[in-house]
Each structure stands twice: as structure tokens, then as C-alpha cells.
């Protein structure tokens, strides 16, 4: 999926305080710069937006916290400054945020909630495999006729998680193409339809709840249109 976001349109924020800032990822985009630094990136283009702030100290910069896949919609949340960067990461690491998202699958399912927990090979430096814990919960928002509206609460942070534990299921996610054939499903988006829609967690500076709630991307908003019952 290829797709120029200008610099000129400000990117939409979900939350500020004095420590941190979100905002709405739209998909398409990486988070932050691949190796090859060719690619727009979300970090960048944000820190263009803030440092034209009025009041921003000279050289002030927003530091992700996490990351999303660049074909994944929804909350990132960025920091100002290192320390803040760090608290919030140490938050992620230690499974402190709450995370919820919205996919859209293939076919019907079975049962309106469920857990997944196959282990998930992440590749090691040097070239070896290991298996690691990953366990994603879902709950069935909706059943239409090709396709479920899920909402996915993973409680593990493995790399593309949530689309291959729903391959794993039988269901994988409408646009899915890293791990199936898209050629073989009629039903057709033009990304993996899946959506960071929500962060939860206790603020690690002022000690206060954070809940930071993105609305659904106009691609699935549209594709809902399009498909309804």
C-alpha cells in the first residue's frame, strides 16, 4: 500500500498534556523511518507540525512511545522528551497499557468472544527462530454476511500479532495479504482492515487515568458502508 501524505494538512490530535501528545495514524503510513529513510514516517512528519507551534522551545522534540504497522489506523501516542518517552515504553513493556482495536474478518464466527494463544516465532538476530507467548482476546461486535466487526484486546505485544493469530483461527482479516492469498477471498479492502481504536493506562508523571479514544478510519467507515447487512 503506497499513499503521499502532505505536510501541509496537520495530523489530528486525540490527546495532549504537558508530557505527552497522540495522534490519529492514518494508514498507510510508518510510524517511524524505515532503514532506508525513504519512506514518510509518522514521527517526522508530526515533529514538522509541532516545532511550527507557537511557544515550542527551539529544537523540543516528540519521541514515539510504541509503534503501529504502517497499514494499521488508530492512536500513537508520542512524548515530549526522553524521560517522558521512558516512563510511558516502561508502561508497554511491563503490559501496564490497555489496548483495544477494531478488525474486520473473514466469515462467521463461532463463538461471540474467545482467546488465541499460539506462540508467535519472532526471528532472531542471527538468523534463528524462537516461539513466544502471545495471547489475543477478541469479543464478535457484529456479525454481517461475508465478514464480523471484532473487537481485539491483545495481551501480548508480538510483531503482526493479531493478524496472524486470526489467520491461525480461520478468519483472517479482510485485505489480509502477508499471510494468505487475497486472491482468494472474494471480499476485497485494500489493506489489513485493522485499527488501533483505543489506549488506556495510568499516567506515569501526574498519576491520573488516560483513556485516548481514536474513531474509525474513513476507509472502514466506508468499506461498513458499502457492505451493509
Do not use: W
Request: aromatic content about 10%; hydrophobic content about 35%; glycine content about 6%.
Amino acid at each position: 500500500m503506497s499513499k503521499r501524505f502532505s505536510s501541509d494538512k496537520p495530523f489530528v490530535v486525540l490527546y495532549e498534556d504537558d508530557h505527552y501528545i497522540a495522534f490519529f495514524k492514518p494508514a498507510g503510513l510508518l510510524t517511524v523511518p524505515a532503514d532506508r529513510g525513504v519512506d514518510q514516517s509518522l514521527a517526522d512528519m508530526v515533529n514538522a507540525q509541532f516545532s511550527h507551534r507557537p511557544g515550542v522551545p527551539e529544537g523540543m522534540k516528540l519521541h514515539p512511545c510504541h509503534r503501529l504497522d504502517k497499514e494499521t489506523s488508530g492512536v500513537v501516542v508520542f512524548a515530549k522528551g526522553h524521560a517522558s518517552q521512558e516512563a510511558l515504553m516502561d508502561l508497554f513493556r511491563d503490559k501496564k497499557v490497555h489496548k483495544k482495536y477494531i478488525a474486520f474478518v473473514h466469515g462467521r464466527l463461532r463463538h461471540a468472544k474467545g482467546e488465541i494463544d499460539t506462540p508467535i516465532r519472532d526471528v532472531k538476530p542471527g538468523g534463528g527462530q524462537e516461539k513466544k507467548e502471545a495471547v489475543t482476546r477478541y469479543y464478535l461486535q457484529e456479525q454481517r454476511h461475508r465478514f464480523a466487526i471484532v473487537e481485539v484486546v491483545p495481551l501480548t505485544g508480538r510483531t503482526n500479532q493479531i493478524r496472524i493469530h486470526f489467520t491461525e483461527l480461520g478468519h483472517p482479516l479482510v485485505g489480509e495479504n502477508k499471510f494468505i492469498y487475497r486472491k482468494d477471498y472474494n471480499l476485497k479492502f485494500k489493506r489489513a482492515a485493522l485499527h488501533a481504536s483505543e489506549l488506556e493506562f495510568v499516567h506515569p508523571v501526574t498519576g491520573q487515568p488516560v483513556k485516548i479514544v481514536a474513531p474509525l478510519s474513513i476507509d472502514m467507515k466506508n468499506f461498513l458502508e458499502r457492505n451493509r447487512k
